[in-house]
Every structure is written in C-alpha cells, then in structure tokens.
C-alpha cells in the first residue's frame, strides 16, 4: 500500500487549509518524501526520537523507488545573524550526525539547500501569490512579534524598529518553496509545524487554481513524535533552551546521568503513564520507550514495580547504549571530511536534476519560458 494509502486507511494526521480540508495528495504524483534540518546547534534526542530516526525507518519502509530527500537548510538558518564561518562548520556537523545516525546516502538525498538556487526562484514565485494575511496568522510569527515590545499586529508602526525582519515573516513561503520545488508528497512534521504545511497546500491550490494546471500536489503529513524539555514538559525540547533541558546526541555518559537524575519528576514513587497529571514522567517514559523501540505500554510493564531513581538509572542507561554508537560514528566521520564533503556534492547533484525539471516546468506554466 502507498504512503497515501495508508494515510486515508489508518486515519493519519493530514493537514486542515484555512479555508478548505484537503485529503488527498492528488492525481498521478510519485510518491516523495521531503523533510529539512536547520544546521544550528547540536541535535537533541529530540530531534532523533522525532525526526531522523524517522528518516531513518523510512529507508527501510518505503519503496525503492520512493525518493527520500533531506535538505539541510542553510538558507533558513540566515533569519537570524549568523557567524559565517561557525555556519560552514555547523553544515558539515549536521551531515555528519546526520550520517552517523543511519541516514544512507544510497538511499536518501543529503545536500544543503543554498547549492540549488531554484529554491529561492520559486520562493519568489510564491512570495508573488501568498497574502500577506496568512503569514500574520502564522502562530510562530505571532509569538516572535509578542515578544519584541508586545507589537500586536504587522500593521503597528513600531514594528520598523523591533528588529523582526522580512525573512521571519517570510520564511514559511521558502519553506513551502522547499516541499513543492520537488514536488513533495510527504512531509515528515511535529505538531508545531503542521500550520506551515497548511499554509503550503494553500499556497499549491492557489497557484493551480491562478495558472488551472495541476503542477503541485497537495502534500500529506506524517507525523513526529513530540519530545519535551526535561524540566519543563509543556514545552518542546528545543536547541534555542537552555542546555541542561535537553541532552545532545554528544553529551557524554556523565553529562547524560546529570541531566536525567536533575529532570523533572513528581512526589509519587510509583511508575505510571498519564500525560495529564504526571507529564514530566509520561515524557521520561515516552523517551524511554523510543530508545528501546518498544511502545509506551510494554515499558510500564517492564517497571511496574520501580521506583522514580531506578527508572531514570534505567532511562540513563538506556540512552547512553543507543547514543554510543552514534557518537562512535561521529568521532571517526570527522576524520573524514572529505567523504561528507562528497555525500553533500553528491546529494545536491541528485536533487538538482528533479529541481531544474521541475523549475523549468513552472516558468513555462508562469509565461517565463
């Protein structure tokens, strides 16, 4: 069974537009999976447990002739200052964790964004049909203007002077630029990201519907599991926090004893899964049960008679034996820059070839070719 297939039998999340519910992906589209990383920051467990492990799995679950292609996105990381030099090495480190994590260059596209200008080309295609409108109503635009001298809309006057600039605003338009430029039907997300993927099949039925033809397809979502910070668990653990909220797929064994003997816990001693009224322990438990590859459940089993310090020495041990070899693999590649180096090459040189036939498709559909 596809992808969609299986979405529409199994009920799977798919994203809701703002001003109309969208349940297929469209006629006669390959099935491609599409899913970016920011190279800022190490990457968390978070990230692993959500996201690239999932790329991972998908290797192994998808059919060959499936694209699977996962863009580090370089151009996104530039909406907030960046040291330039700190932003090359940070591109290499995240194709090396990247690589070290399982992602297989046989099988899956690694390249960074910025060496395929057709990226930003179709961005402005897009910025050109995507109301000003929608990109208020973004929650994550919202929250940025909230924060800088509690400016209330786009249209406030001290907004000029707030230092948010026109790529925070504009960013989900790149984002959906990234997705359609391949035509994309799939989109690995977490819950904070499934507005941006609404906002991209709007903007895909609107340029459909301005030029009737059907060039881009309405991609699906498949969803992340959501990891949340050691010490706040109403909050996704995050690479902007502070670092003892999270553990990096670097800290060392003593660093990730520390972090989850400090994480935060409840006054009950007993091991129990419930989001509601114990949210710290249902994360610590959700961790746990993504490390051992086993569901929520089979790990309650397995400590249905710990207490709160023998299950986190369990947790702790648990993450350092699936991490190890993990770390192991980023030592030695990076010794081996030039190998990267070449997956990166490679990759780019993939991907550009559905780029550009895809990008020469839409400028003949816009009447620039």
């Not at 001290?158 to 989109?187: E, M, N, R």
Request: glycine residues 4%.
């Amino acid at each position: 069974m596809s992808l969609v297939g299986q979405a529409k039998a199994s009920g799977a999340t798919v994203s809701r537009s703002i001003k109309r519910t969208y349940m297929s992906v469209g006629p006669n589209f390959p099935e491609l999976i599409l899913s970016g990383i920011q190279p800022t920051n190490i990457p968390h467990i978070g990230n692993f447990l959500g996201v690239i492990s999932k790329w991972v799995s998908l290797q192994r679950t998808t059919h060959d002739s499936v694209k699977l292609l996962y863009p580090i996105v370089d151009l996104h990381a530039l909406t907030i200052p960046r040291d330039p030099e700190h932003l090359k090495k940070s591109k290499l480190e995240t194709a090396i964790i990247l690589l070290a994590c399982g992602i297989d260059p046989a099988r899956s596209f690694i390249f960074e964004q910025s060496k395929i200008p057709a990226h930003t080309e179709v961005a402005w295609f897009l910025n050109c049909i995507t109301p000003m409108s929608w990109l208020s109503r973004m929650t994550q635009w919202k929250a940025k203007i909230k924060l800088n001298k509690n400016i209330q809309s786009i249209d406030d006057e001290v907004l000029s002077s707030s230092g948010l600039c026109l790529g925070l605003f504009s960013y989900p338009v790149l984002q959906a630029a990234d997705i359609l430029l391949y035509k994309a039907t799939h989109v690995p997300i977490g819950e904070d990201q499934v507005q941006h993927l609404e906002l991209t099949r709007d903007i895909a039925v609107t340029f459909n519907k301005m030029f009737h033809q059907n060039v881009f397809p309405l991609p699906l979502s498949i969803m992340s599991d959501r990891i949340m910070s050691l010490y706040d668990p109403s909050k996704k653990m995050s690479k902007s926090d502070p670092s003892n909220t999270r553990i990096n797929l670097d800290d060392s064994p003593a660093i990730i004893a520390e972090k989850i003997k400090k994480s935060t816990s409840d006054s009950l001693k007993c091991i129990t899964y419930d989001p509601i009224t114990r949210p710290a322990i249902a994360n610590l438990i959700t961790i746990y049960a993504a490390m051992q590859e086993i569901t929520v459940d089979q790990a309650i089993v397995e400590h249905s008679k710990s207490d709160i310090k023998t299950f986190k020495d369990a947790l702790t041990q648990v993450i350092i034996e699936k991490l190890s070899p993990i770390q192991e693999e980023i030592q030695r590649l990076r010794f081996e820059q030039g190998y990267v180096q070449q997956v990166l090459k490679g990759g780019a040189e993939k991907a550009s070839i559905i780029a550009e036939k895809n990008l020469d498709e839409i400028r003949k559909v816009i009447g620039l070719k």
